[in-house]
């Protein structure tokens, strides 16, 4: 019993000092421009004039020092950046404690403070890259970009680098990109892989092919003002009212088969009827539907220039305005009716595309939608189906 517990007690004093000599060698260093190199635990702050380094209590501002080691491996280095301050609306000059991201010919180096985001230099010189917001105007951006094409262009297309939004993978990608052009054994610290999208945009017209009912509250005017006449059900027995689709797809992350789909349609509904009261004739009556749909698109070539593809997916409609005829002898009168009708449901749609060249296609297909849930209490405009034909423009976009 003695011995257990001796082997017990040099078990446990091992243990303790293991984890005191691992916390002891797993220290944040800084190494000062003197060359003198400190050990501690490394917390950083930001200003906007000059950043600085507080170790074990002591606070030491950027420019005495050259870099900081965490003990987590990432680097961070001190450099003098100007930059445009978006609260004084004035450009300050200051050290500023970077982030090492790509170490080359070209770093790159994130800034965890405010201002900037990101700061692209070499041996010689530092210039700040800032992520700029899809509001802020070409004219804004440019200085940026030129920034990145005099640190770049000599392996970079330019059009590219103008072309590129100024996030954090492309910068990465970039960098790495020139990095790898001017030396070929440069291994780089994080790697961003360049994607191809291919987007496809399309244009339909087709008809409906279904049948419809809809009942409908008939009024007329009497004495400048209109009133109810009767309740009636309007049945359309051939129903071939028009619609207009617009249509966006793109690939699944690489995929050259597997798409995402989005639509908006316009669909108009007109019932031929016959109605009959002392007052008047109800000849027509029109409506017209939008319809937004979002799917998984399939598609596979099929010939040499023939492709075709099915798409499977949800939409939501809503009826939002309609119209009727009236007619009294030789003199029409109209009305606009607000209809709040809306609903969601499934939609099966097929196309047969026929290359014209390399970017634009023309293609016939059918969709058949099928409603699930509506704010009718009965179940008018169930399912129906729509031939239509039209174009889709290709557009391949190469970025990271």
Aim: proline content about 1%.
């Amino acid at each position: 019993m003695i011995m257990i517990n001796k082997i017990i007690s040099i078990l446990f004093y091992a243990v303790l000092a293991s984890t005191f000599v691992t916390k002891s060698y797993a220290q944040d260093s800084m190494t000062l421009k003197s060359g003198e190199v400190l050990l501690g635990s490394v917390s950083f702050q930001y200003s906007d004039t000059s950043d600085a380094v507080n170790l074990d209590k002591r606070k030491y501002l950027a420019d005495e020092i050259s870099m900081v080691t965490m003990a987590s491996g990432e680097v961070y280095y001190t450099k003098s950046i100007i930059y445009y301050s978006k609260d004084r609306f004035i450009e300050i000059e200051k050290a500023a404690i970077l982030k090492e991201r790509l170490k080359g010919a070209v770093n790159l180096y994130v800034y965890e403070g405010k201002h900037f985001n990101f700061v692209i230099g070499n041996n010689d010189r530092a210039k700040v890259i800032q992520e700029l917001p899809k509001a802020v105007s070409t004219t804004d951006v440019q200085p940026y970009r030129v920034e990145l094409i005099n640190f770049l262009g000599k392996c970079i297309d330019r059009q590219q680098i103008f072309s590129s939004k100024l996030n954090v993978n492309n910068l990465t990608g970039l960098v790495n990109e020139y990095n790898s052009c001017v030396d070929e054994g440069y291994e780089p610290l994080i790697r961003v892989e360049k994607r191809t999208k291919i987007l496809y945009a399309a244009i339909s017209i087709g008809r409906n092919t279904g049948r419809t009912s809809y009942e409908s509250t008939v009024t007329a005017r009497r004495k400048s003002r209109r009133v109810v006449i009767d309740e009636v059900e309007l049945v359309e027995k051939k129903n071939y009212g028009g619609e207009i689709e617009v249509n966006l797809s793109g690939n699944i992350r690489e995929s050259k088969k597997l798409f995402w789909s989005t639509s908006l349609s316009v669909r108009v509904y007109s019932f031929n009827i016959d109605f009959n009261d002392t007052d008047l004739i109800l000849t027509k009556k029109n409506y017209f539907e939008l319809d937004g749909g979002l799917g998984l698109t399939y598609k596979k070539k099929i010939a040499n220039r023939f492709y075709g593809d099915g798409t499977f997916g949800g939409y939501a409609w809503i009826v939002p305005s309609a119209s009727a005829s009236y007619q009294r002898g030789s003199v029409s009168d109209y009305k606009s009716i607000f209809r709040n009708e809306f609903g969601a449901g499934l939609f099966l749609s097929t196309k047969a595309s026929f290359l014209i060249n390399e970017n634009t296609a023309f293609f016939v297909g059918a969709k058949r939608t099928f409603r699930e849930r509506t704010s009718l209490e009965d179940e008018r405009f169930q399912g129906r189906l729509v031939v239509a034909f039209g174009f889709t423009k290709k557009i391949v976009r190469t970025g990271y």
